[in-house]
């Protein structure tokens, strides 16, 4: 059976869900600890324990919390069942253990759920290739992110612009990859292929790849187990091994392990904030700070505290590519210091500006920074920043015109990774339309508030009526900038 009529397949059950009121996110999470059950017994690696009591003790006369136990149930037994193994499962240790957290059965009608027993039971999914295992546990969550209601599309990050990424950086084998905001895997699985398809392995190498190079953190529980189990259908990590993926804060400290490369697209929402219940007895939002001495500012901005986070986990020499939103470029304060101190401490070497209409998450106007981390130095370490437009005159919208690997295929030629102090810029006086363009250290500095949001191409649409976009990506460019605005207004008002 073929990649796209298994994600069909398993799919489709879906939509017969819906009309029970199980939603995609929820039925992605019943799939996952099914798959994850089947493929453990197939594997003959796990020793399952027998059901436990309230307390998390096994029962002597419980029966085992295997696949085979449950497909063996129907009716009323089998929900009992179900639902029962799936609170044993979730006190267990190591990866079981993380893929049961607290794990709840949603399908309410043991027809269904037996139905859906018997689809994952037909395959022999050992049997099947890492790729297309992967590939189709990938559809099933893209399928997932595009469902507007599951809210799903904050943790799903457009795989052609991952792709992209990754092979600017080109990662190498023995060395070791973090993600402190990882979702469902992305960056991981993207480096992984890119490091197996570009280099001979020896056997040390493989055993590294799959066991030690992966680190990550992942606070929903949810999207933390389709994290661990995509980097499992992809041959990263052991099934009963112990999982690299933290659930806990990133923010919160400091890493004890340093690491080769930064692979990030933190979440999207500008301040980090809780929810507080206050003397009289309402529920209310405060901004929340990160008191960490080895930042450069304190501050409640989600995203300006990550970027200071990401530079604290790289090693020296090490290479960060990471997915920003337009604040961290030119918002004053604690960002002025951030961007400063970024350009001195670290080689700030590329900036890729980034079009509206890729993300599932409305509103985002974003950007990806590739730095180096380097030694203590006396003078500053960044001494340009190359700067590549594909915002300005560009259209993408998340169905129509999708964005593509082809369509970043002219930035990752002009990124030049074999060797970037070669580059050649494409803007210059007498072509002003070129899309890539350098400035230097004291030029940057110089900027109102060292502002990195820099632009400088026309837009067409405003001097061309003849050349608009279709409506509906124009409609789509409103509807994102009406969000952005929004968005800055909520936060103001929550501060107020």
């Given at each position: 059976m073929t990649e796209a009529s298994i994600v069909s397949k398993v799919w489709n059950f879906a939509d017969v869900l819906r009309d029970d009121g199980v939603g995609y996110g929820d039925y992605l999470e019943q799939i996952t600890y099914l798959l994850f059950l089947k493929m453990a017994e197939e594997s003959g690696r796990?020793?399952?324990?027998?059901?436990?009591?309230?307390?998390?003790?096994?029962?002597?006369?419980?029966?085992?919390?295997?696949?085979?136990?449950?497909?063996?149930?129907k009716g009323a037994a089998l929900e009992a069942f179900y639902t029962q193994m799936l609170r044993s499962l979730g006190s267990e240790q190591g990866i079981l253990g993380q893929i049961f957290t607290k794990a709840q059965n949603k399908v309410q009608d043991p027809a269904k759920l037996l139905k859906i027993i018997d689809m994952i039971n037909r395959e022999d999914w050992s049997a099947m290739g890492a790729d297309l295992k992967g590939?189709?546990?990938?559809?099933?969550?893209?399928?997932?992110?595009?469902?507007?209601?599951?809210?799903?599309?904050?943790?799903?990050?457009?795989r052609a612009l991952i792709q992209a990424m990754v092979e600017c950086v080109q990662p190498q084998p023995n060395k070791t990859i973090v993600d402190p905001s990882c979702g469902t895997g992305g960056f991981f699985l993207a480096a992984y292929d890119y490091i197996v398809d570009n280099h001979e392995l020896d056997r040390d190498e493989k055993k590294f790849?799959?066991?030690?190079?992966?680190?990550?953190n992942e606070i929903v529980a949810s999207t933390r187990r389709m994290c661990l189990m995509n980097m499992f259908l992809h041959n990263i990590g052991e099934i009963d091994g112990d999982s690299l993926i933290s659930s806990a804060d990133a923010l919160i400290a400091q890493d004890s392990q340093r690491h080769d490369y930064v692979l990030a697209n933190p979440p999207f929402g500008k301040k980090s904030s809780m929810t507080i219940t206050n003397e009289d007895g309402e529920q209310e939002r405060q901004d929340l700070s990160?008191?960490?001495?080895?930042?450069?500012?304190?501050?409640?901005?989600?995203?300006?505290?990550?970027?200071?986070?990401?530079?604290?986990?790289?090693?020296?020499?090490?290479?960060?590519?990471?997915?920003?939103?337009?604040?961290?470029?030119?918002?004053?304060?604690?960002?002025?210091t951030v961007r400063k101190e970024l350009l001195k401490t670290t080689e700030l070497h590329t900036i890729l500006r980034l079009p509206t209409g890729i993300f599932y998450a409305n509103g985002v106007k974003a950007n990806v920074l590739f730095f180096d981390n380097k030694a203590a130095?006396?003078?500053?370490?960044?001494?340009?920043?190359?700067?590549?437009?594909?915002?300005?005159?560009?259209?993408?919208?998340?169905?129509?015109?999708?964005?593509?690997?082809?369509?970043?295929?002219?930035?990752?030629?002009?990124?030049?990774?074999?060797?970037?102090?070669?580059?050649?810029?494409?803007?210059?006086?007498?072509?002003?339309?070129?899309?890539?363009?350098?400035?230097?250290?004291?030029?940057?500095?110089?900027?109102?508030?060292?502002?990195?949001?820099?632009?400088?191409?026309k837009d067409q649409s405003l001097a061309d009526l003849d050349n608009l976009p279709d409506p509906d990506v124009l409609a789509q460019e409103i509807v994102e900038n009406i969000e952005a605005g929004l968005s800055s207004f909520r936060e103001i008002m929550a501060g107020l």
């Amino acid at each position: 059976m073929t990649e796209a009529s298994i994600v069909s397949k398993v799919w489709n059950f879906a939509d017969v869900l819906r009309d029970d009121g199980v939603g995609y996110g929820d039925y992605l999470e019943q799939i996952t600890y099914l798959l994850f059950l089947k493929m453990a017994e197939e594997s003959g690696r796990v020793d399952f324990p027998r059901l436990k009591d309230i307390n998390g003790n096994e029962l002597p006369d419980g029966e085992q919390c295997s696949w085979q136990n449950l497909r063996s149930k129907k009716g009323a037994a089998l929900e009992a069942f179900y639902t029962q193994m799936l609170r044993s499962l979730g006190s267990e240790q190591g990866i079981l253990g993380q893929i049961f957290t607290k794990a709840q059965n949603k399908v309410q009608d043991p027809a269904k759920l037996l139905k859906i027993i018997d689809m994952i039971n037909r395959e022999d999914w050992s049997a099947m290739g890492a790729d297309l295992k992967g590939k189709i546990y990938e559809g099933l969550l893209e399928k997932n992110a595009s469902d507007v209601k599951s809210g799903a599309g904050q943790y799903f990050t457009p795989r052609a612009l991952i792709q992209a990424m990754v092979e600017c950086v080109q990662p190498q084998p023995n060395k070791t990859i973090v993600d402190p905001s990882c979702g469902t895997g992305g960056f991981f699985l993207a480096a992984y292929d890119y490091i197996v398809d570009n280099h001979e392995l020896d056997r040390d190498e493989k055993k590294f790849l799959k066991k030690e190079t992966f680190y990550g953190n992942e606070i929903v529980a949810s999207t933390r187990r389709m994290c661990l189990m995509n980097m499992f259908l992809h041959n990263i990590g052991e099934i009963d091994g112990d999982s690299l993926i933290s659930s806990a804060d990133a923010l919160i400290a400091q890493d004890s392990q340093r690491h080769d490369y930064v692979l990030a697209n933190p979440p999207f929402g500008k301040k980090s904030s809780m929810t507080i219940t206050n003397e009289d007895g309402e529920q209310e939002r405060q901004d929340l700070s990160y008191n960490r001495q080895d930042f450069w500012a304190t501050t409640s901005n989600k995203q300006l505290n990550f970027l200071q986070h990401i530079k604290s986990l790289l090693k020296v020499n090490g290479e960060a590519a990471v997915v920003l939103p337009d604040n961290v470029l030119f918002e004053g304060g604690a960002g002025e210091t951030v961007r400063k101190e970024l350009l001195k401490t670290t080689e700030l070497h590329t900036i890729l500006r980034l079009p509206t209409g890729i993300f599932y998450a409305n509103g985002v106007k974003a950007n990806v920074l590739f730095f180096d981390n380097k030694a203590a130095a006396k003078t500053p370490w960044t001494q340009e920043v190359w700067v590549y437009d594909y915002r300005t005159n560009v259209h993408h919208t998340l169905r129509k015109k999708p964005l593509r690997l082809a369509d970043l295929q002219a930035f990752i030629k002009l990124y030049n990774p074999g060797s970037r102090h070669k580059r050649q810029e494409t803007w210059s006086e007498a072509n002003p339309e070129g899309r890539w363009r350098k400035f230097g250290y004291e030029e940057l500095m110089a900027r109102d508030k060292t502002n990195l949001d820099i632009f400088w191409l026309k837009d067409q649409s405003l001097a061309d009526l003849d050349n608009l976009p279709d409506p509906d990506v124009l409609a789509q460019e409103i509807v994102e900038n009406i969000e952005a605005g929004l968005s800055s207004f909520r936060e103001i008002m929550a501060g107020l």
